[in-house]
């Protein structure tokens, strides 16, 4: 996947989230959960563009650590609402699993990256 391919899926994954937690139920634990996924989804996509700008190996290794961080929290707290039944689960599953999917691919960058930088991490 090219950085501009994930670029666009990050903030794809970002609005539809946003989209998602608009039409929460206003409750209190909704709109808790909601306004950490809100900060997690997005997140995501705004430090995976800044590792695209990344100064240095380091650098960009250190920015997709904070995307992986964050996607596996957006996943923690869609999980949270689908076992809270605060909303309709056919609509948070696929959020879930992109959030899972956008952690696995951040992960596997980043031992990419690594091994670029020092081949003998192996």
Same mark, same amino acid.
């Given at each position: 996947?090219?950085?501009?391919?994930?670029?666009?899926?990050?903030?794809?994954?970002?609005?539809?989230?946003?989209?998602?937690?608009?039409?929460?139920?206003?409750?209190?634990?909704?709109?808790?959960?909601?306004?950490? %996924?809100? !900060?997690? /989804?997005?997140?995501?996509? @705004?430090?995976?563009? $800044?590792?695209? *700008?990344?100064?240095?190996?380091?650098?960009?290794?250190?920015?997709?650590?904070?995307?992986?961080?964050?996607?596996?929290?957006?996943?923690?707290?869609?999980?949270?609402?689908?076992?809270?039944?605060?909303?309709?689960?056919?609509?948070?599953?696929? %959020?879930? !699993?992109? /959030?899972?999917?956008?952690? @696995?691919?951040?992960? $596997?960058?980043? *031992?990419?990256?690594?091994?670029?930088?020092?081949?003998?991490?192996?």
């Amino acid at each position: 996947m090219t950085a501009d391919e994930l670029k666009r899926r990050t903030k794809s994954f970002a609005l539809r989230v946003c989209c998602v937690v608009n039409q929460f139920p206003t409750n209190r634990s909704s709109g808790v959960i909601g306004n950490q %996924l809100l !900060r997690s /989804a997005t997140s995501v996509g @705004a430090n995976c563009r $800044a590792a695209c *700008r990344a100064r240095s190996p380091a650098e960009f290794v250190a920015k997709l650590g904070i995307v992986e961080e964050e996607a596996d929290e957006s996943a923690y707290w869609l999980e949270m609402l689908i076992d809270l039944k605060a909303f309709p689960e056919a609509m948070l599953m696929p %959020l879930q !699993r992109e /959030a899972e999917k956008l952690t @696995a691919i951040v992960v $596997a960058s980043i *031992r990419t990256a690594r091994l670029r930088i020092d081949p003998k991490r192996r």
